[in-house]
């Protein structure tokens, strides 16, 4: 369904998926007057449990769907493996963004690289493997080594493999369940940032400033804002990922994530149709959170100043740091806590984060190093 006018507080808005980033997306909607609603299988969900209203269903959930799109008026979604075919129900009778269209190309790899190059960024070489006949030709693309990544459905480094022969490639396809995959060529990084944006039906953007990523066995760890990079590539950045934005007539918040290579060169890695872990910084250091952005956009209201206020490190919680000695957390009084409301604790599961403002990147990463290290 079109927006036919801006959507303003007081109206409910609604979230697929109970996640942390769903629960954020609530804080923020309820923190600007607006009721809420969140549809997620799980009765625990952290942003079920704090929402206005919570329909208990799973994704393609007919009745689940239909009473979403009774009580919003204008509906997004916490998480990019949301089934298409959901959102392209909802969109019958409410107000869906980011669309069904714009979220199947953010699901699969194949389709976010291509629509990428053709919005002129540059990606990676890299070649589809749909079955093992297509492995000779594309290990020619690549070389090794290469890294192989299911083409959908992966995060957080799951799903992927370094590989560097061709039996490997082989063997780890197989090993995938024979899905489709691509195989990428592997890269020397310099560097990894990421952007994030706002754009509105009607097109107007605004995007935030560079965060540089740091990731720990495939987790993103820590987040630094702004990122340690010339102007040029920060300008470069930022207007790689609205140029995609506005290619793809996006509406929402969209996350495009960077890698930079020795020389400098600015190469696309993955885009996520959402808010994004390595922008939770905006939730202490910017105008704008990028919570509050995704519900301005959503509304069709004017998309808020992603300026920065100060310079941010971000630093994930995760499971393995369980139980947390929150005495030595509150010992600097610098630092932001935020966490997820989630009960059980495991392994890489991500429990909350902190961000550390200081007068420098240096001296905000010297106090959320030492707090990180008083905890492990
Ligand atoms: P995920 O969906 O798990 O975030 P990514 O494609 O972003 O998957 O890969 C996870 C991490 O693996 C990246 O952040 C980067 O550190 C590393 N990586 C991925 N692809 C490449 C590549 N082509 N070259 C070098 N490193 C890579
Ligand atoms: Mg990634």
Same mark, same amino acid.
């Given at each position: 369904?079109?927006?036919?006018?801006?959507?303003?507080?007081?109206?409910?808005?609604?979230?697929?998926?109970?996640?942390?980033?769903?629960?954020?997306?609530?804080?923020?909607?309820?923190?600007?007057?607006?009721?809420?609603? !969140?549809?997620?299988?799980?009765?625990?969900?952290?942003?079920?449990?704090?929402?206005?209203?919570h329909i208990c269903a799973g994704y393609e959930d007919d009745?689940?769907? %239909?009473?979403?799109?009774?009580?919003?008026?204008?509906?997004?979604?916490?998480?990019?493996? !949301? =089934?298409?075919?959901?959102?392209?129900?909802?969109?019958?009778?409410?107000?869906?963004?980011?669309?069904?269209?714009?979220?199947?190309?953010? %699901?699969?790899?194949?389709?976010?690289?291509?629509?990428?190059?053709?919005?002129?960024?540059?990606?990676?070489?890299?070649?589809?493997?749909?079955?093992?006949? *297509?492995?000779?030709?594309? !290990?020619?693309?690549?070389?090794?080594?290469?890294?192989?990544?299911?083409?959908?459905?992966?995060?957080?480094?799951?799903?992927?493999?370094?590989?560097?022969?061709t039996e490997e490639v082989t063997e780890k396809f197989e090993?995938?369940?024979?899905?489709?995959?691509?195989?990428?060529?592997?890269?020397? #990084?310099? %560097?990894? &940032?990421?952007?994030?944006?706002?754009?509105?039906?009607?097109?107007?953007?605004?995007?935030? =400033?560079?965060?540089?990523?740091?990731?720990?066995?495939?987790?993103?760890?820590?987040?630094?804002?702004?990122?340690?990079?010339?102007?040029?590539?920060?300008?470069?950045?930022?207007?790689?990922?609205?140029? #995609?934005?506005?290619?793809?007539?996006?509406?929402?918040?969209?996350?495009?994530?960077?890698?930079?290579?020795? +020389? *400098?060169?600015?190469?696309?890695?993955?885009?996520? =149709?959402?808010?994004?872990?390595?922008?939770?910084?905006?939730? +202490?250091?910017?105008?704008?959170? %990028?919570?509050?952005?995704?519900?301005?956009?959503?509304?069709?209201?004017?998309?808020?100043?992603?300026?920065?206020?100060?310079? &941010?490190?971000?630093?994930n919680l995760l499971g393995d740091l369980w139980p947390v000695?929150?005495?030595?957390?509150?010992?600097?009084?610098?630092?932001?806590?935020? #966490?997820?409301?989630?009960?059980?604790?495991? =392994?890489?599961?991500?429990?909350?984060?902190?961000?550390?403002?200081?007068?420098?990147?240096?001296?905000?990463?010297?106090?959320?190093?030492?707090?990180?290290?008083?905890?492990?």
């Amino acid at each position: 369904m079109k927006q036919s006018s801006m959507i303003f507080p007081g109206s409910t808005v609604g979230v697929l998926g109970g996640g942390q980033l769903g629960r954020m997306f609530v804080v923020a909607a309820r923190t600007m007057g607006y009721k809420t609603v !969140v549809l997620d299988p799980d009765k625990n969900s952290p942003a079920g449990t704090i929402a206005d209203h919570h329909i208990c269903a799973g994704y393609e959930d007919d009745a689940g769907l %239909q009473q979403m799109a009774d009580l919003c008026e204008a509906v997004t979604t916490e998480f990019e493996n !949301v =089934p298409a075919a959901s959102l392209r129900k909802l969109a019958e009778s409410v107000f869906v963004a980011p669309s069904a269209e714009a979220v199947e190309i953010a %699901q699969h790899r194949d389709r976010e690289k291509s629509y990428a190059r053709e919005a002129g960024l540059e990606t990676t070489a890299y070649a589809n493997i749909l079955s093992v006949s *297509d492995i000779a030709l594309a !290990v020619e693309t690549t070389g090794f080594p290469a890294i192989l990544k299911l083409s959908a459905l992966g995060y957080d480094g799951k799903g992927q493999a370094i590989v560097n022969s061709t039996e490997e490639v082989t063997e780890k396809f197989e090993e995938f369940g024979s899905v489709e995959c691509v195989l990428e060529k592997m890269l020397n #990084l310099k %560097q990894e &940032v990421s952007v994030i944006l706002g754009r509105n039906a009607q097109g107007e953007v605004s995007v935030f =400033p560079v965060a540089e990523n740091v990731h720990v066995n495939g987790i993103l760890h820590t987040s630094t804002v702004p990122a340690n990079i010339t102007d040029e590539l920060t300008t470069k950045a930022q207007q790689q990922a609205m140029a #995609l934005a506005n290619a793809m007539n996006y509406v929402g918040v969209l996350t495009v994530e960077f890698f930079v290579t020795g +020389d *400098d060169q600015l190469i696309f890695n993955e885009m996520a =149709p959402r808010p994004h872990n390595s922008s939770h910084y905006t939730l +202490d250091a910017t105008t704008t959170t %990028q919570f509050e952005q995704q519900v301005r956009t959503l509304c069709g209201l004017q998309p808020g100043d992603g300026r920065l206020i100060s310079p &941010v490190v971000m630093v994930n919680l995760l499971g393995d740091l369980w139980p947390v000695n929150w005495g030595k957390v509150f010992s600097e009084n610098a630092l932001k806590l935020h #966490l997820y409301g989630k009960e059980e604790a495991r =392994p890489g599961r991500k429990m909350g984060h902190y961000n550390v403002l200081a007068e420098s990147t240096e001296k905000a990463k010297e106090i959320a190093e030492s707090v990180f290290k008083l905890i492990s």
